[in-house]
């Protein structure tokens, strides 16, 4: 090792210097690119309100298809039963599914401090109280969202021509253009990219930002920057620094470098645009690192939102942070079970530990991370979509039915989002700061549903039509004896044409396609396009640009009909 | 006085007359006049590669002279000449001269067909041409690769006198049947000589207690054996004292042709398989010699001959079994060596992974770099004494001893006997520790010593304390290699990807090893779900990653090996994937059943159209999955005896224990007692189970009866060839007729798929698009006989306007067709297209993360003929490529692989952890520290010494000269890039050489000491700089 007692290491850049010099000409230059495009010379003011009326969005991708008939259960169709000899979720005793109401809330009547006190203590199809259908108990902290009348389920969403592929489609659901592989730019991109043109050079540098892997499709594209974390407590800063002077240096020097032009190549702009990107943003994180490592404050939920008369989770009163969380013990469950500590009521009163009280299997905290990061972005900077994504759903084999057989089993996965809606609700009410929960939604994507049949492998195969999980103050949800939040599964939902309602028995709705598929009745895009434009503000002009095709009336996306590939379809549902 | 605007020809120099140019339209020069200043001016940024901008001026149009250079100022917003002549009236001509075409090849066939250029590669391609290597590298079986060499070291075992083969085997476990009887059988027809049979009860006593200068005393727990409960157990009396023969070993007898010890050992001869009472030879055992719920322990010697099949020992009920001759083959001891650095910490650690047992012997430890050289720093290193003070065995290697039955040298060794995973820590920790060791701070010492592993699945590590490297052996890729391919379960996955980093980085075989990890990414497996997969019979976390590491070198290797044979076609790439277990278990496969009224797994027949061969939504149906589904039931994993792993037919056992071997039998660990199911005999293996299978009912790649049931579609004739491919495919059926087949010969069906796939064209067409996605650039879109999608306009072959990338991927078609996928042809026709060699594909592709710290460390890695490197990996880039973008190799869970393309790799996140990545590899390790001050592992083991690659590559006089240092740097990591459009970065790479610390303050380059740190800093600060630049992402 060369001079190793030379403690004047010259080769790294802080954040703050970097961005000292290059803040102020990379969203110009990053915007500059954009006024070559003829349609925005032509616009000159602003349209719509994204990003002007302080509507945020957070997404949750669950990839490898979400059995939707095994989280939505069509309980009351007789053929959901006998499709499925092991997965089926079974009917709770004495309970009368077909009874209108509020969704049930499964908490042990026990006492609490119990070794029998589970926080998945149930092992039935819980009561949704539209009539008809059932929550795959690993949903249970869903009801307490449902009854707030902030989620809406929406079931039997898909898109034309439905290829089975995971990657078509997933290309599909992030591009907004069904069956068209050559589109490499996402929905969410298109629609920061309205902001970005609209605001010019006042629009923030922080727009869509996911924190997973690497940069999603549905936030690329190569004429403005999005920005993906990997580990979102690790971006603050570039390099080593150890000595102020050579930080200096060498950032100043990178900045001047990075201005050199070169003659176009393939992701050359892209390259451009991200290193930028980097460049504006490093700020920003830097700022949250503290809220992010939870010093000095932690989230916690509190339960008297929800009608206990406890603060506490779950009904849990006698449940206490255990030591080294930080926690307040006079509130309950940590909203994000980041790690086992803060997992539920992992510690029993009495000292003992305990997986049965996890909220989520401990194989989620990196997601519970990312979900806190994405939560926290959009309520302290000016981010207007964020999001992350979990994987795992692709149960061909093994899927496991009410109770998980393994950590990747689909009711352990279903833990993961169940939860994720219930405590963001709970963050984005309790600890508001430029994002309550009336101007966030947040919204599940998974690229297509499971066959209706189990396979031998005790699993399902890929097949249609699956289900959209939305929730935020502003949404539609349940209300009492007029709405109910469950969208397209009930035969007796007269809000669906009569003919697009829910058919049960072996010809019915689960066996709509090739006789095992369930058919779809209400695109993605209409959920999306919905989202964007009436949630975070688009008008109907940029939505058709968002996603193309959406006033295109062979789509009938906006009043529904007979789509592209002769299905019918409804209109949009009014979801917020 | 008022000019015309005079103009300017453009026109392109060419130097090489083969060479072809992007199509780039010609530029305008501007030239602007005041009184009589002209100037000219023209933007930057022109043309790809651009190696020099050359103006010309003249007063006739016939009679240009070159401007000087010198006189033309560069800037970022362009290129400016100005002159005061007084002429009337001037022509200008520019002419842009590109990288000549015979650079532009090198770089090419570097960054494509290598992980980029290593200083030295640079030079001796440049000497023997790009051709040369282009047909070196598509031959590999001709360059030797002694990265990756290895000769093997057997000492005690095949070779020497038969008396000498003895294999020992020793397990522990717990009685539950007091009075036996104990029974010794052969599971097949067979022979084998057993001798020193020993079963003992297991006691332990506390000896040995040490008092620390702390006054914290140390005891040291021993075990030791009761006696032998058996009788006549060395065979030195005839085999019916003590002994009752079944029926089928009648002929077995006490044999006086080997002995293990004494004169006689047992001469098992088995007519019929053994299994318990009648069928084995058996011994009742006394009343009371044995406790129920004791430990105890057995212990034999077998010597196996040709003949010689699965032999078992065990005591009635499951409490304890010892078998043979189904273990990885003769133990063979190896050698291992480490130079280090020591701490001045006084201890010398030995230690396992995990429970288990190996022996180590000739443990020694020199002062200096060369091993065995000079006097051993540890005593009794040849354990020929007891193991006494200096020497400690602590915590859960407690239970190790001096072995006198297996020894490299002398008569003893340490038996390392271990309850769970080894540490060091003094005396505190898991290890057999010596303590008192004479070493002094950052002395360098080199450890060696022989091992001789026995548990699957762990790893031998001695050390001394604190030693900042990795000190576990064959850490060498060669190591690692052979380690490997003795499928001994003792490599872990973090283990194997050390291997193959360490080959892209230094391999020979460059273009094998970008197309070994090209296919193992196209085939993909998931080795995480193949450790779900094992987890059930093993229960040991270790154990199962080794196991699941072994099934992805099993392919890989295959892989390897197919890719070294010239005549090597994309079906026996694709058959290596179908056998794979790794991906049997992956795309569930393993469960898929076919008989009855089971509906088979479609996850493999889905992802082998779309994936691996035709690609998605070409050329088939989900009813053809449905259909081709049916095909792969059977194809199943399951374990087997390790002579049948290329034997689909074999014997086997499942996971759940049922079949000829009952996988519960075999409960504990060898030597311990541990309550897992840790020592499973057997290999896991391609097995083909005819009773899942379910027949062919229609044929695949049909074209089928409107309507029909998914679940078993009708066929009413066979898909043909989209009109696109043209003549003379286009109409040609390729529908597969698969015969209805019976009993093993089902298995077939498997092969006549892959076989048909290999050879259709829109496999061919699937396959080249991804090559030439690998070797030219991402704009390939991917192939659909869909006709309204655009992709198939794209590939309408008979289109005479088609893309150049259309008309390539046609001719690779076209070789596949005509050599039957024979990977070598289509790799000539991509290497020799027009697109390869221009400027069309150079530079176009951004690095994926694994080619960005491949290339960063070879950038910098020159090797001498000592062996001496400029830069360092020991391969572990795993954490990095983490961080990059979650690229965990072999270790990919979705189907798809990882993307070649840039895009779904750039974001600011993963480019700040490149950055981060690069700056800290150009560190000094000492000075590598976060914020807070803690040792920063952003490059992990990874070091560069660009210092020591400059004074070896430039000569003396160049040292202090800022421009021949910065040209160096420039010309290797931009290699493939013009001077013309680098002259920005050689303006910064110069400034940053001249200018102090603090980034304004000047200070000559020239004025440094360059043997001092300043010197170096600087360097090392101007190579970060150009490593963290956009232009180094891209190839």
């Known amino acids: ?171 599909y659901w992030e591009n907004g253009t069904p069956n068209n592989n050559l589109a490499n730019d996402g929905i969410f991109y298109r629609t920061m990219l309205e902001y970005l043109i609209d605001q010019g050079a006042n629009a923030s540098p922080l727009t869509g930002v996911s924190i997973q892997s690497s940069l999603p499709l549905i936030l690329r594209g190569s004429e403005a920057p999005m920005t993906n974390l990997t580990d979102p407590l690790r971006y603050d800063l570039l390099g080593i620094p150890n000595s102020s002077n050579a930080n200096f240096k060498a950032s100043m020097f990178l900045n001047q470098a990075n201005t050199y032009p070169f003659p176009s190549k393939q992701s050359r702009a892209l390259l451009q645009l991200q290193y930028e990107n980097m460049a504006t943003t490093l700020d920003e994180f830097a700022a949250l690192r503290p809220i992010l490592e939870e010093t000095g404050n932690t989230f916690q939920d509190d339960a008297r939102l929800d009608g206990f008369t406890s603060a506490k989770t779950d009904g849990d009163t006698s449940w206490v942070p255990p030591a080294g969380t930080n926690g307040n013990s006079s509130l309950g469950y940590f909203l994000f079970p980041t790690t086992q500590l803060k997992n539920g009521g992992w510690r029993r009163p009495n000292g003992t530990n305990d997986a049965g009280k996890y909220v989520v299997p401990p194989s989620l905290q990196t997601l519970f991370e990312r979900i806190k990061a994405a939560a926290i972005i959009l309520n302290k900077t000016d981010a207007i979509i964020a999001g992350t994504e979990f994987g795992g759903f692709d149960t061909h084999s093994q899927q496991g039915g009410a109770a998980s057989n393994n950590a990747n089993s689909h009711p352990e996965l279903n833990k993961g989002f ?83 309602r829910w058919v049960t028995g072996g010809s019915g709705s689960m066996f709509g396609v090739s006789g095992r598929y369930l058919r779809r009745v209400t695109d993605y895009r209409q959920v999306l396009g919905e989202l964007i434009r009436d949630h975070l503000g688009a008008t109907q002009n940029q939505l058709n640009r968002i996603i193309p095709g959406y006033a295109n009336p062979t789509e009938r996306l906006l009043a529904g009909g007979a789509s592209i590939d002769g299905a019918q379809i409804r209109g949009e549902l009014g979801i917020v | 006085m008022q000019y015309r605007v005079v103009v300017l020809t453009v026109c392109l120099g060419i130097l090489a007359p083969t060479f072809l140019f992007g199509a780039d339209p010609p530029t305008q020069l501007d030239l602007t006049v005041s009184n009589t200043v002209k100037t000219i001016t023209w933007p930057r940024a022109l043309l790809p590669a651009l190696d020099q901008n050359r103006l010309m001026a003249a007063t006739n149009i016939t009679n240009f ?135 003992s009860l297991l006691f332990t006593n506390i000896t040995s207690c040490v008092t620390n200068t702390n006054n914290v005393v140390t005891c040291v727990t021993n075990y030791y054996l009761g006696t032998n409960v058996l009788v006549n157990s060395d065979f030195e009396q005839p085999l019916g004292v003590g002994w009752t023969l079944g029926a089928n070993l009648v002929q077995s007898s006490s044999s006086p ?45 077998y010597l196996p001959d040709s003949d010689s099949r699965l032999l078992t020992l065990r005591l009635s009920g499951t409490g304890i079994i010892g078998s043979g001759m189904d273990d990885s083959g003769p133990p063979s001891w190896i050698y291992a060596t480490f130079t280090g650095q020591s701490t001045g910490s006084r201890f010398l650690y030995g230690y396992l992974s995990g429970p288990g047992e190996a022996w180590v012997d000739d443990v020694k430890l020199v002062s200096g770099s060369v091993a065995e050289a000079g006097p051993n720093l540890l005593q009794n290193g040849g354990f020929e004494s007891p193991l006494g003070p200096p020497w400690f065995a602590v915590g859960n290697h407690s239970g190790s001893a001096i072995d006198n039955t297996v020894a490299y040298s002398g008569s003893g060794s340490l038996r390392v006997l271990a309850t769970g995973n080894g540490s060091g820590n003094q005396t505190n920790g898991n290890s057999v520790v010596q303590t008192g060791i004479l070493v002094t701070n950052n002395g360098t010492y080199t450890i060696s010593f022989w091992y001789r592993p026995a548990t699957q699945g762990r790893r031998v590590t001695v050390r001394l304390s604190g030693q900042p490297a990795d000190q576990s052996p064959d850490r060498l890729a060669s190591g690692f290699k052979r380690r490997l391919d003795a499928a001994n379960w003792g490599v872990s996955l973090d283990e194997m990807r050390r291997w193959l980093c360490q080959n892209a980085v230094g391999s020979s075989h460059q273009l094998l090893e970008v197309l070994t990890q090209f296919f193992e990414n196209h085939f993909v497996t998931y080795h995480s779900k193949t450790r779900d997969f094992l987890d059930p019979p093993y229960n040991d976390g270790p154990l199962e990653d080794a196991i699941a590491t072994d099934l992805e070198y099993r392919e890989v290797s295959r892989w390897r090996t197919a890719l070294l044979s010239p005549n090597c076609t994309f079906y026996d790439l694709l058959k290596i994937h179908a056998e794979s277990p790794a991906e049997i278990i992956y795309l569930d496969t393993v469960g898929s059943r076919g008989d009855a009224n089971n509906l088979a797994n479609e996850n493999y027949a889905r992802e082998l159209f779309e994936l691996f061969c035709m690609g998605v939504d070409n050329g088939y149906d989900q009813n053809d999955i449905v259909a081709m589904s049916r095909a792969w039931t059977g194809w199943t994993v399951r374990i087997a005896r390790r002579e049948h792993i290329d034997n689909p037919f074999a014997p086997s056992v499942n996971r759940n224990g049922q079949g000829d071997i009952n996988l519960m039998q075999f409960g504990n660990y060898p030597g311990l007692g541990n309550s897992t199911v840790s020592n499973i005999i057997g290999v896991w293996t391609f097995i083909f189970d005819q009773s899942w299978h379910g027949t062919n009912r229609a044929p695949i790649l049909s074209e089928w009866v409107p309507g029909t049931p998914a679940t078993n579609p009708v066929a009413m004739g066979p898909k043909r060839y989209a009109a696109r491919f043209g003549p003379p495919w286009a109409g040609r059926s390729y529908q597969i007729n698969i015969p209805r087949r019976t009993g093993t010969n089902a298995i077939q069906d498997g092969y006549d798929v892959i076989r048909s796939l290999s050879t259709n064209l829109h496999t061919a067409e699937y396959l080249s698009v991804k090559l030439c996605s690998l070797f030219i650039h991402d704009g390939f879109p991917n192939p659909t006989t869909q006709t309204n999608l655009p992709e198939y306009a794209f590939y309408d072959y008979t289109n005479p306007n088609r893309t150049p990338e259309a008309e390539l991927i046609r001719r690779c078609i076209v070789t596949w067709d005509q050599t039957g996928g024979r990977i070598r042809d289509v790799l000539r026709t991509i290497f020799d297209s027009d697109l390869f060699r221009s400027h069309a594909g150079s530079r176009q592709k951004v690095k994926t993360p694994l080619e960005f710290v491949i290339s960063a460390v070879r950038a910098l890695n020159s090797v001498d003929a000592a062996g001496q490197a400029t830069a360092f990996t020991d391969g572990n880039f795993s954490t990095q490529l983490g961080r990059m973008g979650s690229m965990s190799l072999f270790n990919r869970a979705d189907p798809d692989g990882y993307p070649e393309a840039g895009p779904p790799w750039i974001s600011a996140g993963t480019l700040a952890e490149r950055l981060r990545f690069v700056q800290t590899l150009l560190t000094v390790p000492a ?51 013009g001077k013309a459009n680098l002259d920005l970065y050689r303006v910064s790479a110069v400034s940053f050489l001249n200018t102090a610390d603090n980034g304004t303050t000047p200070s000559l380059f020239s004025g440094l000491s360059n043997t001092g740190p300043d010197y170096d800093t600087r360097v090392r600060g101007m190579v970060s700089l150009l490593m963290t630049l956009q232009r180094f992402q891209e190839q």
């Open chain 1, 1 to 171: 090792m060369r001079h190793s007692n030379c403690s004047c290491n010259l080769n790294v850049i802080t954040r703050r210097n970097f961005l000292s010099r290059s803040a102020k000409t990379s969203l110009a230059v990053a915007l500059s690119t954009l006024v070559d495009i003829p349609l925005v010379v032509k616009r000159a003011l602003a349209e719509g309100s994204i990003g002007l009326n302080g509507k945020k969005l957070l997404f949750i991708w669950l990839r490898g298809a979400n059995d939707g008939l095994n989280s939505v259960i069509p309980i009351l169709d007789p053929s959901y039963d006998s499709s499925r000899p092991t997965l089926a979720i079974p009917p709770a005793q004495g309970t009368n599914y077909s009874t209108a109401g509020p969704a049930d809330f499964p908490v042990s009547s026990a006492d609490p401090a119990s070794p029998d006190f589970d926080t998945y203590h149930f092992g039935n199809a819980i009561r949704l109280g539209n009539g008809f259908a059932a929550l795959h108990p690993s949903l249970k902290f869903l009801s307490p969202v449902y009854n707030a009348g902030d989620l809406a389920l929406i079931h039997r969403v898909a898109y034309p021509r439905q290829s089975r592929s995971h990657f078509d489609s997933q290309r």
């Open chain 1, 418 to 500: 169940g939860w994720a809606m219930y405590a963001l609700r709970k963050y984005f009410t309790l600890y508001e700061d430029r994002a309550g929960w009336d101007d966030v939604v947040v919204v599940t994507l998974t690229e297509f549903g499971r066959t209706t049949i189990e396979n031998a492998d005790l699993g399902t195969d890929h097949a249609e039509a699956g289900v959209m999980f939305v929730a935020g103050g502003a949404v539609n949800g349940y209300v009492p004896s007029v709405r109910s939040g469950v969208y397209n599964c009930n035969p007796n939902d007269t809000t669906v044409p009569a003919e697009l």
């Open chain 2, 65 to 199: 002279a070159q401007v000087p250079g010198s006189n033309i100022t560069a800037l970022a917003s362009g290129y400016t000449w100005r002159t005061t002549n007084s002429f009337p009236g001037q022509f200008y001509n520019l002419e842009l001269i590109q990288l000549s075409s015979n650079d532009l090849l090198r770089a090419n066939v570097l960054n494509r067909l290598a992980y980029g250029p290593t200083p030295d590669e640079l030079e001796r391609v440049a000497a023997i041409g790009a051709e040369a290597y282009i047909n070196e590298q598509l031959a590999p079986e001709t360059i030797p690769n002694p990265i990756e060499s290895y000769t093997v070291v057997q000492t005690n075992s095949l070779g020497s006198t038969p008396n000498s083969n003895w294999n020992i085997v020793t397990v522990t476990g717990t009685v539950s049947s007091a009075t036996g009887p104990f029974y010794m059988y052969l599971r097949e027809i067979g022979n084998v000589y057993i001798d020193s049979v020993r079963l």
């Open chain 2, 257 to 301: 042709d080997y002995a293990c010890s004494g004169n006689f050992s047992c001469r098992m001869v088995s007519t019929a398989p053994g299994s318990t009472g009648g069928s084995s030879i058996q011994q009742n055992i006394a009343a009371g010699a044995l406790i129920n719920g004791h430990r105890c322990v057995l212990s034999f010697a």
């Open chain 2, 927 to 977: 000075a590598r520290t976060n914020l807070n001050g803690t040792a920063n592992g952003d490059a992990g083991n990874n070091t560069a010494d660009p210092v020591a690659l400059l004074k070896r590559k430039l000569p003396p006089p160049s040292w202090n000269n800022a421009g021949d240092v910065a040209d160096f740097f420039l010309a290797l990591l931009f290699f493939g890039e």
